[in-house]
């Protein structure tokens, strides 16, 4: 079955960092665009940021100079690392990938929570 | 950045009708648009691609169309399990943008 599993979320305070964590099985995330997109509560989907099979990488401005997206091939695991966060950044965290031929996301995650809240 | 704009925000319908959802993009995007689905507390799921291919499994009474700025969702014949928020996508370039959503309600 092919499954995307994130983890990580929680509280933290305003200016805090959190990593989140994205775990793939059935599928090899390395061969394929992954991306993340959040969505507050009540509130449509944002998307975040992206990562090629090439390492090139992607961001929304609001989110650009404090969060890095990367992908780990040994341990088949997608990250966020998430510095300098404020209450802008409370939300649900959804990895996804962008299996087809474009960049439309066929498998998602379940989600995680962040809130940023002191 | 590419502005996506979808209509109308929310509609009510019965089981058995005929629902339209249009998106429309601050500049042309070929067909790179996808619409996805999502109820509540769960993660959105992909229906359509480049504007008109549904993905494998989705039922046909869903379908896209459109290019360019102008992109339409219809869903035929209105089963109890579509209710649900809808939600376009550009896919050209980055920033990705999706629009606001489509909330379909039970009449």
């Known amino acids: 079955e092919v499954q995307l599993v994130e983890s990580g979320g929680g509280l933290v305070q305003p200016g805090g960092s959190l990593r989140l964590s994205c775990a793939a099985s059935?599928?090899?995330?390395?061969?394929?665009?992954m991306h993340w997109v959040r969505q507050a509560t009540g509130k449509g989907l944002e998307w975040v940021s992206a990562?090629?099979?090439?390492?090139?990488?992607y961001y929304a401005g609001s989110v650009k100079g404090r969060f890095t997206i990367s992908r780990e091939s040994a341990n088949n695991s997608l990250y966020l690392q998430m510095n300098s966060l404020t209450s802008e950044d409370t939300a649900v965290y959804y990895c996804?990938?962008?299996?087809?031929?474009?960049?439309?996301?066929?498998?998602w995650g379940q989600g995680t929570m962040v809130t940023v809240s002191s | 950045d590419i502005q996506m704009t979808q209509s109308p925000s929310s509609v009510s319908a019965s089981v058995g009708d005929r629902v339209t959802i249009t998106c429309r993009a601050s500049?042309?995007?070929?067909?790179?648009l996808a619409w996805y689905q999502q109820k509540p507390g769960r993660a959105p799921k992909l229906l359509i691609y480049?504007?008109?291919n549904l993905l494998r499994g989705v039922p046909s009474r869903f379908s896209g169309s459109g290019s360019g700025t102008d992109f339409t969702l219809t869903i035929n014949s209105l089963q109890p399990e579509d209710f649900a928020t809808y939600y376009c996508?550009?896919?050209?370039?980055?920033?990705?943008?999706f629009g606001g959503g489509t909330k379909v309600y039970i009449k």
């Open positions: 500049q042309g995007i070929g067909s790179w």
């Open positions: 996508q550009q896919a050209t370039s980055f920033p990705l943008t």
């Open positions: 990562i090629g099979t090439a390492g090139d990488t």
């Open positions: 480049t504007a008109s």
């Open positions: 059935g599928v090899t995330l390395s061969r394929k665009d």
């Open positions: 996804a990938r962008a299996g087809l031929s474009s960049d439309s996301f066929d498998i």
